[in-house]
């Protein structure tokens, strides 16, 4: 059993979606990440409920993303459009949020959607954020994103870790994909997490967790198994990005999935990187994942079970 501060409050979602983390106390209210685009309905009701459990005259007052991949921001259009409310995105996103250049900020490469959004400031490595009434130290978290950012509350000896570190491993290294380095950015995130006095962990996706050294042992592992031959991390980003798609859609033609790889930068990157022959790549890959029990094939149609 977890105990967190009562200012603070865990929404627990799916893997479509990434974890929020809201906070209230008697300053402001607060969102750390807002979910997927699909699910944006469900976060704002999430955040009302919330609200209407402390005051009905309370509103949301700040969004705080740990990085911009849709999962974690594509709910920051509607919760915008609900509350006057501050957003708060890692600085070196800014100017691509600010053009909302899709390319830059993956949502193209990954062929995800993500609808545009504002922001007020932005945070970065060495600045603190008060959040629920306690001061939260922001730490740079390269690797699964260049641009990806921690929380930790040394007060509470809580880690907000977003996609750097999950109980079981933590998100594609999507930098390699494309030929930059992120294995070592990884592995140097991991060395980090493990210099801090850390109680409890709550990941970008998957529930809070206590076990951090555990948790350490087998992301250390896994970068060591990455590193060791690339072509497993871009099979696992394929994948990924694959199921992730069909979660969204539920069900989609073959045809158009293949279409999708062929378009979206980080997909095409990653069947380069293992196959000349991308069609049969990806069918491949579906046949694996359907005799896994992750998809159903029906014909030329793919669904999600």
Known sequence: MITLPASMR?????????NNVFFIDGARTALVDTGYATHAPQTLALV????????????????????????????NALLQSNFVCE????????????????????????????????????IAPGATLQLGGLDWSVLGAPGHDPHSLMLYCAEERLLISADALWENGFGVIFPELEGESGFAEQRAVLDLIATLDVRAVIPGHGAPFTDVSKSLDIAFSRIDYLRADPVRNAKNALKVLIVFKLMELRSMPVGELLLLVDNAGAMRAAADLLSDDRPGLVRKYLAELAASGVLRMEGETVSVV
Do not use: K, M, Y
Not at 48 to 75: F, K, M, P, W, Y
């Open 48 to 75: 009302r409920q919330a609200l209407a459990s402390e005051r009905n005259d309370r509103t949301l007052d700040l969004i705080v993303n740990t990085h911009l991949h849709s999962d974690h921001c594509g709910g």
């Open 10 to 18: 865990v929404f627990e979602r799916g893997w479509l979606s990434s």
């Open 87 to 122: 957003t708060l995105i890692p600085q070196t996103e800014a100017d691509a949020v600010r053009e909302w250049d899709e390319d830059r900020l993956t949502f193209r490469a990954t062929g995800q959607t993500c609808e545009r959004f504002g922001f007020t400031g932005t």
